[in-house]
């Protein structure tokens, strides 16, 4: 697999499953709420999500 193909397969990986979306929206909750542990709080805030998947 060379670069180009490389690069997108991956873009069209994160298109299909938001992944920017989702990061963005877990970084907007961290600053917003700045939780003392960002792991554990990125932790839950994902396992909700994926719970409501």
Same mark, same amino acid.
């Given at each position: 697999?060379?670069?180009? @193909?490389?690069? *997108?397969? &991956? ?5 299909? +499953? *938001?992944?920017?979306?989702? !990061? $963005?929206?877990?970084? &907007?909750?961290?600053? !917003? +709420? $700045?939780? @003392?542990?960002? &792991?554990? +709080? !990125? $932790? ?6 994926? &719970? @409501?998947?």
């Amino acid at each position: 697999m060379d670069d180009d @193909s490389f690069i *997108n397969g &991956v873009e069209d990986y994160i298109k299909q +499953y *938001n992944i920017h979306e989702l !990061l $963005r929206d877990s970084i &907007v909750h961290l600053c !917003l +709420y $700045r939780p @003392s542990n960002p &792991v554990g +709080y !990125l $932790r839950e805030y994902f396992e909700k999500l994926e &719970v @409501s998947s």
